[in-house]
């Protein structure tokens, strides 16, 4: 892919958008955290999207193995994480990989992994992307040429977020003694009224960003 897709929450966020210009019932998961295997889920559960990329030298296939053993442990019944694929009948492995003929034919053959599993393996790769970015120009405009763009995936701002060496330290720490502020932003989000704006306001290294950020994180 591009360089202007240069981290895992990036390319999160662009599989994102793919997905839901495609089906506007689709279940878009962005909270960084354990994720059972799922990025996101078509609406009745039975397609699970997993979005995995990378910057190593690494072949579709083998990162195909790895997800797959894990998915086969997922579908156990006594799996904590069996409630979210008991549903599923496909999965799509979306990467930032690029693949050659043999790619194709070593993953059609290794597909053999999930016999008996009752569920169907596809991927799209770095080329299949790409296309699709053709197919949506504002989402090639923003992903890939560079225009300005105001809204992040939780993944993606994470990452933005944690960038730096120090606020990566910053953000591993707990985020506490701001119940107040919290309340009041979580009383604006769902207050039914014309409030549009609210305004946080406050010397440069207060927390402003981490405030928000925390409260797009509560469940």
């Not at 689709?26 to 990329?53: E, H, M, N, W």
């Not at 579709?60 to 008991?86: D, M, V």
């Not at 003929?101 to 992307?129: C, M, R, T, V």
Request: proline share 2%.
């Amino acid at each position: 892919m591009e360089k202007k897709i240069n981290s895992g929450g990036c390319f999160e966020s662009l599989i994102h958008a793919i997905l839901y210009a495609e089906d506007r019932s689709v279940i878009l998961f962005g909270r960084p955290g354990r994720d059972s295997g799922q990025d996101a889920r078509s609406g009745d559960g039975t397609i699970v999207y997993q979005a995995k990329f990378r910057q190593k030298n690494e072949t579709i296939c083998s990162l195909e193995k790895t997800e797959l053993k894990r998915i086969k442990e997922y579908r156990q019944a006594g799996h904590p994480n069996f409630k979210h694929w008991k549903h599923a009948s496909q999965w799509i492995l979306a990467t930032n990989i690029e693949i050659n003929p043999n790619d194709h034919a070593n993953w059609n053959s290794e597909i053999k992994l999930f016999e008996g599993e009752n569920i169907q393996a596809e991927y799209w790769s770095g080329e299949i992307i790409r296309q699709k970015t053709l197919e949506h120009e504002h989402i090639r405009r923003v992903f890939l040429e560079g225009e300005n763009r105001c809204l992040y995936g939780l993944k993606e701002a994470y990452d933005m977020l944690t960038s730096n060496r120090l606020d990566a330290i910053s953000y591993a720490a707990s985020f506490v003694e701001r119940e107040s502020e919290v309340k009041k932003i979580m009383d604006f989000i769902s207050a039914d009224d014309s409030m549009r704006f609210f305004r946080v306001t406050g010397p440069g290294g207060s927390g402003k960003t981490r405030l928000l950020y925390e409260t797009l994180i509560i469940p």
